[in-house]
């Protein structure tokens, strides 16, 4: 330690434009190395932000074996795993059953707990007089036994499936229940529009799958969250559709992400080469480390501790002058660049900036200084 330090301060008094020069190519890298991940994170995160063109999503089930279905609490489970985000934005689902010969249609909304109807889609029902009347949220959330059922009164068809399921005019049979109907529906031919939280848990759903309507266009992290979800409950027995999503300026920031590293790459070099030129000043003290029994392994270690003793600082300096002064300047042009730096992440890069000059340092000491000034020194036969 003492000869590292020694040496620290003879580098500083009799080469200081050198020492600030390698100084200089430390804080650089540091600088460069914290804009790379920064600008790394910023285009994940625009990446992720991106929106498509889809406000609809349909999700189809593939039933290749017929006892491999999925039932109405199988997805149950699997839309409780959505996120809060992602809620929020899915205006209404749409499944479909089939009890026996009676198709069975269902809109809904789920947050993880309770049932609901999105309110712009009973507005739009009944203002386009799609439906008589419309489901309200307190018989979704209890579960109430009420039915629309196709408008047969005014369509003058004589047989309907759901005739032979009506013991009278104003109830139906559902799955063995009696359905009160409340009102009636122009939507779906004989189809019958029931709340889903009255299905049973393990009805059979259509393979017509699940429609999901969005408030807002779907966004790039929104599809990969669907996208996983579906796929990790139901594996094959889904079909998720592919989603046209912009990347974004990808290509631009892939060439300035590779800049930077190439620039923190060559700075490191610099470092290097500069100390390269510091060592070959100082043939004649490695000489008389080696006469008095100092090895050669040793004055590696002594040469690498002084370079330590400059790259820790100027690195730490460098990650200083980046957050409190390139940083602020920064988050005005990039939208997601602020508050990506902890200290675990500066800890990580100065990691791995040490163990990288380590290496680089290392091969350099052991090929091009060490061994060629041992060899001098025996043709000037000063050993």
């Keep these: 330690m003492k000869y590292a330090i020694k040496n620290l301060v003879n580098f500083i008094r009799q080469d200081r434009l050198i020492f600030i020069l390698t100084m200089l190519c430390v804080l650089i890298s540091s600088i460069v190395s914290c804009f790379s991940y920064e600008l790394y994170n910023n285009y994940s995160q ?17 039933y290749y074996d017929n006892s491999d279905y999925i ?7 699997c839309l409780a795993q959505f996120s809060d985000g992602l809620v929020e934005n899915v205006k209404s689902y749409i499944v479909y059953a089939i009890d026996e010969d009676l198709k069975l ?23 386009n007089k799609i439906v ?19 408008d047969y009164i005014h369509d003058g068809r004589e047989e309907y499936n759901i005739f032979s399921r009506m013991p009278d005019e104003s109830t139906v049979i559902i799955q063995g229940k009696v359905y009160e109907i409340i009102g009636y529906q122009t939507w779906c031919d004989d189809n019958v529009m ?8 393990n ?77 070959m000043k ?49 988050i005005g042009h990039f939208k997601y660049i602020e508050n990506d730096y902890n200290f675990t992440m500066y800890l990580i890069e100065l990691v791995i900036y040490i163990f990288v000059s380590l290496i680089i340092l290392g091969i350099l000491l052991m090929n091009e200084i060490v061994d060629k000034t041992i060899i ?8």
């Design 132 to 150: 008589t009347v419309c489901f309200t949220d307190d018989q979704m959330r209890n579960g109430e036994r009420v039915a629309l059922c196709w």
């Design 46 to 62: 625009q990446r992720l932000s991106s929106y498509g063109e889809n406000t609809q999503i349909d999700i189809t089930f593939n």
């Design 105 to 127: 249609e269902c809109y809904f909304k789920y947050d993880g707990k309770e049932y609901t109807f999105s309110d712009e889609i009973r507005n739009n029902f009944i203002s």
């Design 203 to 279: 009805t059979i759903l259509s393979k017509e799958g699940l429609h999901l309507s969005l408030n807002k266009v779907i966004t790039r992290k929104q599809y990969e969250e669907i996208d996983n979800i579906m796929v990790e409950n139901f594996g094959d027995r889904v079909n998720v559709p592919d989603m046209t999503i912009p990347n974004g300026d990808g290509e631009l920031y892939s060439v300035v992400i590779l800049i930077s590293v190439l620039i923190s790459v060559i700075t490191m070099l610099n470092f290097a080469i500069l100390y390269k030129y510091i060592l």
């Design 282 to 330: 100082r043939k004649k003290s490695i000489c008389i480390y080696m006469m008095c029994g100092m090895n050669r392994y040793k004055s590696i270690q002594i040469f690498l501790l002084e370079c330590m003793m400059i790259v820790i600082p100027a690195f730490i300096l460098g990650i200083v002058s980046y957050n409190y002064l390139v940083s602020p300047y920064m």
């Design 376 to 383: 001098d020194i025996k043709r000037e036969g000063n050993i």
């Design 194 to 201: 029931i709340p889903y939280s009255t299905l049973d848990d």
């Design 71 to 77: 039932t109405k609490k199988d997805l149950e489970n």
